[in-house]
């Protein structure tokens, strides 16, 4: 049995042991034995997270210094119920995969580096999408919420009152985020800082906009239910002409995507089915020097249709 598949078994043992991890329920251990006297002991996922938990809480430290989110807040605006330590395994899981199979087929060239950094990039990506996903529905949802929550002050209910009665009509992921402010404003919080929280699990611009308004209101006073009225209005009207612009330019991004990724793709099918009639462009350096200016090219390209085809409303 050659060394690649003995350390692939290896891995591929890593890999099923710590998914039997993450679906291993927690122990309730908060109380410890009094008759050993001692710290009570950690449970098998625990002890399985613990290095990866590490790993997380260095990129958090990371992120916080250059001002960017979390890996919690990446994974909380995606809606992904996973800890940080087992994203981190995950995508650990993924790189190790990845890069095996890269040996195993192509052996020590630039293909299983490759391979590595794009399947180590992929959880991230899925969670981006995640991300723009439920922004779109969020998004989507939010003129007929500050309808609700003007009829609701217009009724005569207190700020949080209207808030917490708009929540128990709204739907997901809105009803979800109002909820958590709820319960932020319940165990003390002021209500422009549970709003403000949300701002920033949620990341839309739109109710950026809202919570600033009820802030400034909550300082120099006014009829907030005609504001929230006319910016419900604005809101409508931003949400209408972005679908009529996504319409309009539906065919230039998904020329643009298929232009871009369409070289890429022939190149991966090639390299994996005839590896010999590639592999000139990954051992002359004319080759290499093309590869650099191709891929430059398509970077350029695709940047300047997607400059053009997104438009700021």
Not at 41 to 46: H, I, K
Not at 90 to 105: P, S
């Amino acid at each position: 049995m050659s060394p690649v598949l003995i350390i692939s078994a290896i891995a591929a043992v890593g890999v099923l042991l710590a998914c039997t991890a993450i679906a291993l329920p927690v122990a309730h251990r908060n109380t410890p034995d009094p008759f050993r006297g001692g710290a009570p002991d950690a449970s098998l996922r625990d002890r399985i997270n613990k290095p990866f938990q590490a790993l997380a809480d260095r990129s958090n430290r990371r992120r916080r210094l250059n001002g960017g989110l979390t890996l919690a807040e990446h994974l909380g605006r995606a809606d992904i119920k996973l800890r940080t330590s087992e994203f981190v395994m995950i995508q650990l899981g993924f790189l190790v995969v990845a890069v095996l199979l890269g040996l195993w087929r192509f052996g020590f060239a630039p293909q299983f580096v490759i391979a590595g950094v794009g399947a180590y990039l992929l959880p991230m990506r899925y969670v981006k999408f995640r991300q723009g996903r439920r922004l779109k529905a969020f998004n989507g949802r939010l003129p007929d919420t500050l309808s609700l929550l003007s009829n609701a002050l217009k009724a005569g209910l207190s700020l949080p009152q209207a808030v917490e009665a708009v929540a128990r009509n709204a739907s997901p992921p809105v009803s979800d985020e109002l909820n958590r402010a709820i319960r932020e404003m319940n165990l003390g919080s002021p209500t422009p800082q549970a709003m403000a929280n949300m701002v920033r699990r949620v990341g839309s611009e739109d109710l950026d906009l809202i919570v600033t308004a009820i802030s400034i209101q909550s300082t120099v006073g006014g009829n907030l239910a005609r504001i929230l009225d006319g910016i419900s209005h604005t809101i409508r009207q931003r949400v209408q002409m972005k679908a009529q612009i996504s319409a309009m330019t539906a065919q230039m991004r998904a020329s643009g995507w298929i232009i871009t990724l369409l070289p890429f793709a022939v190149a991966g099918i090639l390299d994996v089915i005839t590896p010999s009639y590639f592999r000139i462009m990954f051992d002359e350096p004319l080759g290499r020097v093309m590869l650099v200016l191709v891929g430059i090219s398509i970077f350029i390209g695709n940047l300047f249709i997607r400059r053009i085809t997104s438009l700021r409303v």
